[in-house]
């Protein structure tokens, strides 16, 4: 498997304080055959220095420097760099378990899968392997709804996929930011011929960045997740009914995602718009979402309690999202 070129793809932007150990994970993979492409989108810190830094240690590295123009153009410009038959799509301020190629690379091959993902991470706050791991080969519409529920985490960056299917079918990051990722690995999904599942954890997710999206409240972000989600229920290409009761259920949850960060940027007469067709959407779509998506009843009571108090839920989530940033924070320093 070492003759295949896989290409990993790093948007870097304001990632000084933690590029250093993604760097090092990248460069201490068991797999050797990289090109790993680091694309510092204006970056106004040093990170583009840093990688300058690794260009110069190992001729794997390649560093793009470009003017600043978001996350989604700067994967966009790594993707039209690559040339390995496959690639991985990397946040700069994660990291990866040293095998974390080779057994992406292992899943795809072993299966003649053209993607391969897991279904567990490793978080800053979730630290145990998983005990069993067991391969599956799962159908395009399986994985697509997986990913929507989500079964899988939604981000782009515990997959691996063949570079030819992206490009042969026009997936990119070409849309709004927030959900961009959810968005993509939909789509990969939806194009590949199977897609293999792993449930070994050899990704290392990062909750305590405070500069990151996740952990700056900001109301746009929740107005095109819901926008890309609503793409998504639109590009079903298959029509299939389990894809489209899965997207219902995550346009409700985007609804309430939404409303959560107006009431976190006190911005409930900006967007008084935004605000009440949260409300109305919610609770429109509520019986639909219920009766279909696929959860089990302990699930859907929670469902149903989220719809009849948002603001009440809405607050209490927020809450409880500053006390466990607050403490990842501490931990970091």
Not at 18 to 26: G, P, Q, T, W
Not at 49 to 71: L, M, P, Q, S, W
Not at 319 to 330: H, N, V
């Amino acid at each position: 498997m070492n003759d295949i070129k896989v290409s990993i793809v790093v948007a870097v932007y304001k990632s000084e304080l933690f590029l250093v150990k993604l760097l090092e994970s990248i460069l201490n993979q068991t797999y050797k055959n990289l090109e790993i492409i680091l694309v510092d989108d204006g970056s106004p810190d040093h990170s583009g220095e840093i990688c300058d830094k690794y260009a110069k240690v190992d001729n794997r590295f390649k560093v793009i420097h470009k003017t600043n123009g978001g996350a989604c153009d700067a994967r966009n410009v790594g993707i039209n760099n690559s040339t390995g038959k496959y690639i991985s799509i990397i946040d700069g301020d994660d990291w990866l378990e040293e095998d974390y190629i080779e057994y992406l690379v292992y899943l795809a091959e072993s299966t003649q899968s053209e993607m391969a993902m897991t279904d567990k991470i490793f978080t800053t706050r979730d630290r145990d392997q998983i005990e069993k791991d067991q391969i599956e080969i799962w159908s395009s519409e399986k994985a697509a709804t997986s990913i929507l529920y989500p079964i899988i985490p939604i981000g782009p960056w515990n997959k691996l996929y063949n570079l030819s299917v992206l490009k042969k079918n026009n997936i990119s990051f070409s849309v709004p930011w927030s959900g961009e990722g959810l968005y993509f690995s939909f789509m990969a999904a939806q194009f590949s011929n199977q897609v293999a599942v792993g449930h070994k954890k050899i990704y290392n997710y990062r909750l305590n960045n405070a500069e990151s999206g996740l952990t700056n409240y900001n109301v746009e972000m929740g107005i095109n997740a819901l926008a890309n989600i609503k793409n998504i229920k639109f590009n079903n290409i298959s029509k299939s009914k389990k894809i489209e009761n899965a997207a219902n259920w995550h346009i409700w949850k985007n609804y309430n995602f939404l409303l959560r960060l107006i009431i976190a940027t006190n911005g409930k007469e900006k967007y008084k718009n935004e605000y009440m067709e949260c409300l109305t959407e919610m609770k429109r779509i509520f019986i639909t979402v219920f009766l279909n998506s696929e959860f089990g009843i302990k699930s859907k009571l929670k469902m149903t309690f989220v719809t009849l108090f948002p603001v009440i839920n809405a607050k209490r989530m927020l809450k409880k999202e500053r006390a466990d940033l607050k403490e990842d924070l501490r931990k970091l320093k």
